[in-house]
């Protein structure tokens, strides 16, 4: 076996150079953080070819003495902390002292300095690690550190990299963060020459998040601003009309710090629930603050998970607070009422009236249906609960659920007082699929399924009700159906998708990390149907979309798209099933759609024939109810 010899302190900072910069976005973090600590005012981040040739940050912080240059590239060389004690109480953002020096390690690095109040400035030359002499300048105050061939001696990092594009939409995400938790400082990224973001600095958290993350998203915004117990979360929230396709936009702030945190989207989806359209998702800016020694900040710093001391605290603060300002939102307008409330509130003469309408056929006053025609929402669902009510004991009422996939049915029966709203697909769900059913419960579907079924006609725009020869009932749902008749033919078909281009192409405006993904993937975007350029900014330009697309739905489904090609770093075997979930689910006929009789028969036959059981996510199709069940549920047997 060879010696035990020490590395070279060259070797040993390329390897403490692989953990901190791993791509030029970890770069622009760790050079902001230092302009940031320097108590600068306004920042300027400039990026060529993504920030692998060039990159270069311009700060008017307090700059750093001449002498004291050289030693700043030392590693664990650190202005910020001096013993283990100051490691529990890290007020300033970076604190290890070996970014400048993993920075220069693999790069070629220029820097000028100026202290506030000095004559003149200093520069300092670094090539892989080598410094050269420091020579005095005239520079304006602050600092100024230009990065130019990152991983030039390294060429193995250098295979990782992504496209330009890729690599110049993670350091937008990075500026956007930064700019986000730091409204009191100006914030300018240009990419190529180009300006791409640039934020005020006047402090206010709004106006940050106009620049950084665009005018649509912050004029559908709600303030927040409410604590529980040590944890407060302040910010803004979407609108719940204004629900976007993706989680994209929840961006989380805790002590100041960006993190991802499943906690914190459950706490925030939760307070959205039942008033965000189905497949919609809250967007947010919101910072948590609480006090250090309730959270673990003492994880890698490159990293965004955070670990909280109660996660209950976090939970019940977000919690409440964004439910509290949604209901305050709502006051005015009042709530949309439920079928039955609605009579309980009527005189007996309106109510008489009321019910001669309804005998007419007509609709009596406030019927749901002369609500816009939406997916199946949270109105709809509560007009099946109302109707349902109007014509059956209470406790029948339950089991129109379709809580479980075709199996024989039963009734939630007398202990049930009320019935329950059908259940919600769960935002947090949609991400994931669903485990493909076992073999033997579609088996038994089909083997019951031969007979010719009648179909009786369609309820909800939603429903297709179906008798068959056995005496049994059957509730399809029709955007399921054909979702999955649309996937299966999807899958088995591997051509490009057709696609139709637009008259006037469309910009659609995407998360940082989205935005990433396009650009990584616009080949594969290509074949499913999408021609997009990048528009800069966070904006992609689509100039075809896929054939079977309505044009109104291309922006949610590139976005939706985009997040599947994020999940696909994780798992890249599933994605393309995922890709064509997503397909399937924009391209099939929806809930609340007005369809054709003749379609509508072409699904119930798939669905006799036993083709087709679960939609691709694994929910059912269809509902059985049996003969037996439904006496059961008047009483006759
Ligand atoms: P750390 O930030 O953990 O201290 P760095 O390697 O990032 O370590 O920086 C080393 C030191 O260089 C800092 O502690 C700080 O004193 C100085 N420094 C770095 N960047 C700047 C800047 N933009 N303005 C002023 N001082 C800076
Ligand atoms: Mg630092």
Redesign the pocket.
């Known amino acids: 076996m060879a010696h035990i010899q020490c590395l070279s302190s060259h070797v040993a900072d390329l390897i403490a150079a692989g953990e901190v910069v791993e791509r030029p976005a970890s770069v622009v973090k ?1 050079l902001l ?3 940031i ?2 108590g600068a005012s306004a920042i300027v981040v400039e990026l060529e070819h993504g920030g692998l040739t060039y990159l270069r940050v311009t ?1 008017n ?4 003495a001449p002498d004291e240059l050289p030693t ?1 590239f030392l590693r664990h ?4 902390l001096r013993c283990a004690e100051d490691l529990s109480a890290i007020g300033t953002l ?8 993993a920075i220069a390690a693999v790069s070629r690095v220029d820097i000028f ?1 100026r202290q506030t109040g000095a004559d003149s400035g200093a520069v300092l030359h670094l090539e892989g690690g080598v410094a050269g002499e420091v020579t005095e300048t005239g520079c304006p105050e602050g ?1 100024t ?1 230009c990065v130019r061939d990152l991983f030039y001696n390294t060429p193995a990092r250098m295979k990782f990299m992504k496209k330009d594009s890729a690599e110049g939409a993670a350091v937008g995400g990075i500026v956007q963060h930064l700019a986000l938790s730091h409204p009191h400082i100006s914030f300018k990224l240009l990419r190529d020459g180009a300006e791409v973001l640039h934020t005020p600095g006047d402090g206010k958290l709004l106006s940050a998040i106009y620049a950084a993350m665009g005018r649509d998203f912050a004029m559908g915004l709600l303030p927040i601003n409410g604590s529980g117990g040590e944890v407060t979360a302040r910010g803004f929230i979407t609108k719940p009309l204004h629900g976007h396709g993706t989680r994209g936009r929840q961006v989380f702030f805790v002590n100041g710090r960006f993190v991802k945190s499943q906690l914190l989207t459950a706490a925030l989806e939760e307070a959205y629930r039942n008033r965000l359209l189905k497949g919609k998702f809250p967007g947010c800016v919101v910072h948590i603050d609480l006090p250090p020694d309730a959270v673990d900040v003492n994880v890698h710093p490159a990293k965004t998970v955070v670990k909280f001391v109660s996660d209950k605290a976090v939970f019940d603060a977000l919690y409440y607070t964004v439910r509290d300002a949604l209901d305050a939102e709502n006051k005015p307008a009042a709530p949309a009422p439920r079928q039955e409330s609605f009579y309980q509130s009527m005189t007996v003469q309106q109510y008489k009236e009321a019910a001669a309408a309804k005998d007419e056929g007509k609709k009596p006053l406030g019927s749901y249906t002369t609500r816009p025609i939406a997916p199946v929402s949270v109105v709809e669902k509560s007009a099946l609960q109302g109707e349902v009510r109007d014509v059956m004991p209470q406790h029948a009422a339950a089991p129109i659920t379709p809580a479980k996939p075709i199996v024989p049915f039963t009734p939630a029966a007398e202990e049930v007082p009320a019935a329950p709203a059908p259940k919600a697909e769960e935002p947090m769900q949609q991400a994931v699929s669903l485990p493909a059913q076992p073999a033997e419960e579609v088996q038994q579907t089909i083997e019951e399924k031969a007979a010719p079924w009648r179909m009786v006609g369609e309820v909800l725009r939603t429903y297709i009700i179906c008798e068959d020869d056995s005496g049994n009932l059957w509730l399809i749902d029709k955007h399921a159906a054909h979702e999955r008749l649309r996937f299966d033919a999807l899958k088995a078909d591997p051509a490009p998708l057709m696609s139709q281009m637009l008259l006037t192409p469309l910009t659609v405006s995407l998360a940082a990390e989205e935005y990433g993904a396009v650009l990584e993937h616009l080949d594969t975007l290509r074949r499913f149907g999408f021609e997009c350029e990048d528009f800069g900014g966070g904006t992609v330009l689509v100039r075809q979309v896929p054939a079977d697309i309505r044009t109104g739905d291309a922006a949610s489904t590139l976005e939706e798209l985009a997040q599947k090609l994020l999940l696909g770093r994780i798992d890249p075997e599933g994605v393309r099933d995922e890709l064509l979930h997503t397909m399937a689910c924009k391209s099939a006929i929806k809930a609340g759609m007005i369809t054709d009789k003749t379609e509508l028969a072409a699904l119930v036959e798939k669905v006799q024939s036993g083709e087709i059981a679960y939609c691709p996510h694994g929910r059912p199709v269809a509902v059985k109810l049996t003969k037996y069940e439904i006496e059961k549920m008047f009483k006759r047997a």
């Open positions: 760790e953080e230092n302009a600590d320097a700060d912080g307090c700059g750093i700043a060389a650190t202005s910020k970076g604190f290890r002292g070996e970014a400048l020096a300095t600092t550190i």
